[in-house]
């Protein structure tokens, strides 16, 4: 309970102080600095994520459509000894 209360404490803290450094002019543009250091990270991150999902969807369209192919051929295969 104890560290809830200075966690708590910590972000209130840190609240105000972005608060304060906010309406110094020089704050700001510190916090807008770091703001769009922030945003070009989290595009790139993004970028990438998507770059990934994108190499794994054709990843798995392969094989989706070889596992289509054996089993195609597998009950062509069936189909003739039937016959």
């Known amino acids: 309970m104890k560290s809830l209360f200075w966690f708590v404490l910590g972000i209130a803290g840190g609240f105000v ?3 304060l ?7 700001h543009e510190v916090l807008a600095e770091v703001d769009a250091r922030i945003a070009e ?8 994520y998507h770059s990934q999902e994108s190499r794994l969807t054709e990843l798995v369209d392969g094989v989706k459509d070889a596992a289509s192919d054996a089993v195609d051929a597998a009950s062509d295969a069936a189909k ?3 016959d």
């Not at 450094?21 to 704050?27: E, H, I, L, Y």
């Not at 989290?42 to 970028?47: I, L, V």
């Open 21 to 27: 450094v906010n309406k110094d002019p020089r704050g």
């Open 41 to 48: 990270f989290t595009d790139r991150m993004s970028d990438a």
């Open 80 to 82: 003739k000894l039937a």
């Open 17 to 19: 102080a972005a608060h």
